[in-house]
C-alpha cells in the first residue's frame, strides 16, 4: 500500500523579498498566522525561517523566532523545521543561533556549497519596497552559499547532539546526494534520513524531470530504505514537481519561500492556497496526505513536547 504524503509548507524563506509580494509573511504575527493556516489546509511540517519586522529582511535572532514559534505550536499540531539557511550572506553561527535556542523537531541542513543566484530577480522590478533588497540580490552575483564537511559537521552534532534535532537534508545537486552519503557512512545520525532535493534554483540542479528521475534513482541507490524523500522545485516549476514527486512515491514541499504564485502571473494569497492546491492534486490521484503525528513517525522526530519553547 503506498504511503501517503508528507506536505511541508515553506512559509517565508530568505529568498524573496518584499517588492516581489505583499503576500510575504514578514512580521511575526503574519508568519504564524500564515503557518497555523498551513497546517489547517494540510501541510504536516512548516520550515520557517524569521524576518525583521520593520523591512522584511532575513533575521536570525532567536528573539524574533521566538515571537512566533510558541504562537505555532499553541495553534496547530504540524512539525516545526527551523532553518539553518537563514539568509544568505549570513555566517554559520548566525544561521543555527535560532535552532540552537529552540531545540526543534526538525531543521534544515544544505549538504554543500554551490552558487546561489538571486540577481536574475533584479530585472523584474524597478522600484523598490526597502534599500537593502536591490543590494541583497545583486550581492549573489558573487557570492557562495557556503556548507563545507566542516560546517555540515559541526551544524549537525551542534543539534542532533545537544538537542537531538533531526534533519530536512536539502540537496540542490547529484554531488550532494553523494556528500550525504558520506556523512550517513560517519554514523553521526541514525536513520531514517528525509532528503529534500531541490531544483530551478540558479547554480544547483535545473528544473527538469530528468533531473529529478535520475536524482531519485541515485538517491535509492545510496540510501536504500533508510530515507524518506521529497521534492521542491523553484517559481513556476513548483507544482509539477510537487505533483511528480507524489506520483512517483516520494513527499513534496510548497510554500512562498519557493514560489510566489498560484498559477501563470497570478500571486499566491496565502501559504494555505499553495498547500490546499497540492493537496486537491495529490487526492485527486488517489492518495492521501500525512498527518504531523504520522510524518514523526516515519521520520522519527522527538515530539512537538520536546522542545524549548
Not at 74 to 85: A, E, H, K, L
Not at 147 to 166: A, M, P, Q, V
Not at 293 to 308: F, H, N, P, S
Request: proline share 6%; net charge negative.
Amino acid at each position: 500500500m503506498a504511503k501517503s504524503v508528507i506536505i511541508t509548507c515553506a512559509v517565508t524563506g530568505g529568498i524573496h523579498t518584499p517588492t516581489m509580494s505583499p503576500h510575504l509573511p514578514v512580521s511575526p504575527a503574519e508568519i504564524a498566522t500564515s503557518a497555523v493556516e498551513a497546517s489547517e489546509a494540510g501541510a504536516a511540517i512548516v520550515h520557517l525561517h524569521a524576518r525583521n519586522p520593520q523591512s522584511g529582511k532575513p533575521d536570525p535572532s532567536p528573539e524574533t523566532f521566538m515571537k512566533f514559534l510558541p504562537q505555532i505550536k499553541q495553534g496547530c499540531s504540524s512539525v516545526m523545521n527551523i532553518s539553518t539557511g537563514g539568509g544568505l550572506g549570513m555566517t554559520r553561527e548566525e544561521r543555527i543561533r535560532a535552532a540552537m535556542a529552540a531545540g526543534p523537531e526538525m531543521a534544515s541542513l544544505n549538504v554543500g556549497s554551490m552558487n546561489f543566484g538571486l540577481f536574475p530577480a533584479l530585472d523584474k522590478f524597478s522600484e523598490w519596497k526597502h534599500s537593502w533588497e536591490p543590494e541583497y540580490l545583486e550581492m549573489t552575483r558573487d557570492f557562495i552559499f557556503r556548507n563545507t564537511f566542516k560546517d555540515i559537521e559541526f551544524i549537525l552534532k551542534e543539534l542532533s547532539g545537544t538537542h537531538g534535532t533531526r534533519f530536512e537534508f536539502e540537496c540542490y545537486d547529484l554531488g550532494h546526494l553523494y556528500n550525504l552519503a558520506w556523512v550517513m557512512d560517519q554514523n553521526w545520525l541514525e536513520p531514517p534520513f528525509f532528503v529534500q532535493m531541490v531544483f530551478g534554483v540558479l547554480g544547483g540542479a535545473g528544473a527538469e524531470l530528468d533531473n529529478l528521475v535520475h536524482m531519485n534513482r541515485v538517491a535509492e541507490r545510496l540510501f536504500g530504505d533508510s530515507y524518506e524523500w521529497s521534492v521542491l522545485a523553484a517559481g513556476r516549476n513548483q507544482m509539477p514537481f510537487a505533483t511528480t514527486a507524489a506520483m512517483l512515491g516520494g513527499n513534496l514541499r510548497v510554500g512562498l519561500e519557493d514560489s510566489l504564485y498560484a498559477g501563470p502571473g497570478r500571486l499566491a494569497e496565502s501559504n494555505a492556497q499553495q498547500v490546499r492546491q497540492i493537496r486537491t492534486i495529490v487526492e485527486g490521484l488517489g492518495m492521501q496526505i500525512a498527518e504531523p503525528d504520522e510524518a514523526r513517525r516515519r521520520l522519527a522526530l522527538k515530539g512537538g513536547d520536546q522542545v524549548a519553547f
